[in-house]
């Protein structure tokens, strides 16, 4: 791939690698693509697709081969020496990868069905993710949510090759906000910015976001380009719908003149120090001078033994290291704080001895605007709060999954179906119960219960729960759910839209069997039903669940009631 890394880089980004063809070739492509094995793209590769043919990831001419691949991974490098951290893969399953061979052409389908790229398919690898994970992302702690997704849900199979593109994917969002690589430049050049820093951002930006970029920009005596990421962010994070509303506010606060609004279409790894060298190279590929890498860039969060992954000043010794390659100079920013007497933001390490700093945490934040609770004035603008509370209504008009897991015969239906009588009771908001039988006759009638059936079966739950949540009903799950992985991710796409509270029915196996309310038990232990959980098929214990009960204890009676009140100490329903 093009581009050697001493190569002097113009200030306006460099070479620009964009794989759209031309109309002529696009007419044949078209054809041909109408007979070519044909990939769906998920929404991730959707993404890398987008800057792949936009070239914002030049220079990048297509996904990874795997002597480029092994080399990122090993090296940061492609495997001709030019600097690139992250691996970007296209991953697809057995059963697509069977049959297809090097040089075989392949169209990459957007979900709304038209063709973005033909691929010329040039190598068919399996790659060893938790080498992946290793070395790109320092660690195999699936709590890195990257590391997650690498282990239990990308695809076994990479197909490496250079792609032509039909189209850019389409955006029926915030249009206007939208540039490619090239439209930023000219725009840029039309402005006469040939100075500008871009900010990376995927959360809301409040006061602190906003004064340390307003010195960044004023250190370099840069234009400043405020550039958020809309694709994938982490799990968990505000959405971009509300997010970009608070971006249209907090950029009132900035001079029109000096200060410019993009939006990125990027899925992040959360890869701290890798990623942040690749979101220079991507802002250098945007027509960017410089690049604000702060505290804790794109940093996963902790590990599961509760420490951070990565140093907080890790990604600036990363970017600095490359520096002279990069062709885009970091602006290294410092943790801003507030500090209430001087009543002014400031650098951390420009705080005076003994002055009170006072700060509000991302997870603090979430807590505060779940809970309704105050938000001060020195933390955020009244406009973006207000924003954020439309998007995060108080607890007790926000939707919510009850998620019951156990073993069969523990007794999880007849617990769901008294909660949801008292639910409905109550009466505030609509009750959907989606219990393993019910479900399994309207929803997942074709499906056994091997691993692969099961999982797709909890995760066409976990998607109706989370669309019923989302619209802020109340979702009431009841199915085995026996596998830990695949209730994380049911509790990932739920917690973004409300509440999500697992009830683990931990009633004994021995106390199901005994039961054996429809003579399954009997049946497994003769061998005549296979893969039964708890008798020849596994049953993961959930780690935290919100509320455990046992109904060889209480009854279900009782513990429906616990389950109630666990609600109401978590917020979601009041008593009048
Ligand atoms: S899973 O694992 O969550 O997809 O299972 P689920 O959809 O809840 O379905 C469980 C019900 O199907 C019956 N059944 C079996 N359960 C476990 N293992 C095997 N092999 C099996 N075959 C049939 C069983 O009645 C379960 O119902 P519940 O209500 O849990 O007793």
Redesign the pocket.
């Known amino acids: 791939m093009t581009n050697p890394s001493n190569e002097l880089v113009a200030p306006h980004g460099g070479a620009l690698k964009e794989l759209l063809v031309d109309e002529t070739r696009l007419a044949e492509l078209k054809r041909e693509a109408v007979d070519l094995p044909s990939w769906d793209l998920n929404e991730r590769q959707v993404c890398d697709s987008e800057l792949l043919l936009n070239g914002g990831f030049s220079p990048l001419e297509g996904f990874l081969t795997r002597k480029d691949f092994e080399s990122v991974c090993g090296n940061m490098r492609l495997a001709d020496g030019t600097l690139w951290p992250i691996p970007i893969n296209l991953d697809v399953t057995e059963a697509f990868a069977e049959g297809l061979n090097a040089g075989d052409r392949i169209a990459l389908r957007h979900p709304e069905g038209m063709v973005l790229a033909v691929m010329t398919v040039e190598d068919i690898y399996r790659p060893d993710v938790r080498a992946q994970a290793e070395q790109v992302f320092g660690t195999v702690d699936e709590a890195h949510p990257e590391v997650f997704r690498l282990f239990h849900q990308s695809n076994p199979v990479y197909l490496g090759g250079r792609l032509e593109g039909l189209e850019l994917p389409p955006h029926h969002t915030f249009k206007h906000l939208r540039h490619t690589p090239r439209e930023l430049r000219d725009w840029f050049a039309k402005l006469g910015w040939n100075n500008v820093v871009a900010f990376q951002t995927r959360n809301p930006m409040h006061r602190a976001h906003v004064e340390l970029a307003k010195r960044a920009s004023q250190q370099g005596a840069a234009n400043l380009l405020i550039h958020p990421v809309v694709g994938m962010t982490k799990p968990g994070d505000v959405d971009y719908f509300v997010r970009v509303r608070c971006y249209q506010e907090v950029v009132k606060h900035f001079p029109e003149q000096t200060t410019a609004l993009s939006l990125l279409p990027l899925a992040m790894r959360m890869g701290g120090p890798r990623e942040a060298v690749w979101h220079a190279i991507i802002r250098k590929n945007f027509g960017c001078a410089r690049f604000i890498v702060g505290r804790d860039h794109a940093g996963p969060g902790k590990n599961s033994q509760g420490e951070d992954f990565y140093g907080p000043y890790d990604a600036q010794e990363l970017v600095r290291k490359y520096q002279d390659e990069l062709g885009i100079v970091m602006q290294p920013f410092e943790e801003m704080v507030y500090v209430e007497d001087l009543a002014q933001y400031v650098p951390r390490s420009e705080v005076p001895e003994d002055a009170r700093v006072l700060n509000i945490s991302g997870t603090e934040l979430r807590r505060r605007l779940k809970e309704g609770l105050e938000l001060p004035d020195w933390f955020s603008y009244p406009e973006v709060i207000s924003k954020l509370r439309e998007a995060f209504p108080p607890k007790r008009e926000q939707g919510f999954t009850v998620f019951f897991t156990g073993?069969?015969?523990?007794g999880?239906?007849t617990i769901a179906n008294i909660l949801m009588a008292k639910l409905m009771e109550i009466g505030t908001r609509p009750v959907t119960l989606l219990?393993?039988?019910l479900?399994?006759k309207h929803l997942?009638s074709e499906?056994g219960?091997s691993k692969e059936?099961?999982e797709t079966?909890?995760k066409r739950i976990g998607y109706v729960a989370s669309e019923i949540t989302k619209n802020r009903g109340i979702a009431i799950c009841?199915?085995?759910?026996?596998y830990a992985a695949t209730r994380r991710e049911v509790r990932e796409m739920i917690g973004q839209y409300g509440g999500f509270i697992e009830v683990h029915v931990a009633t004994p196996l021995a106390v199901c069997e005994e039961r054996d309310?429809?003579g399954?038990y009997a049946k497994?232990r003769a061998g005549l039903?296979?893969?039964?959980?708890g008798i020849d098929?596994p049953y993961e214990e959930p780690e935290n669940p919100e509320v455990v009960v046992d109904t060889s204890r209480f009854s279900a009676d009782e513990l429906a009631h616990q389950v109630l009140l666990q609600l109401e100490k978590q917020g979601y329903i009041d008593r009048e």
């Open positions: 073993l069969s015969g523990s999880k239906s219990d393993g039988d479900v399994r997942s499906l219960f059936h099961r079966n909890i009841a199915p085995i759910a026996p309310r429809k399954l497994a039903i296979k893969q039964f959980t098929d």
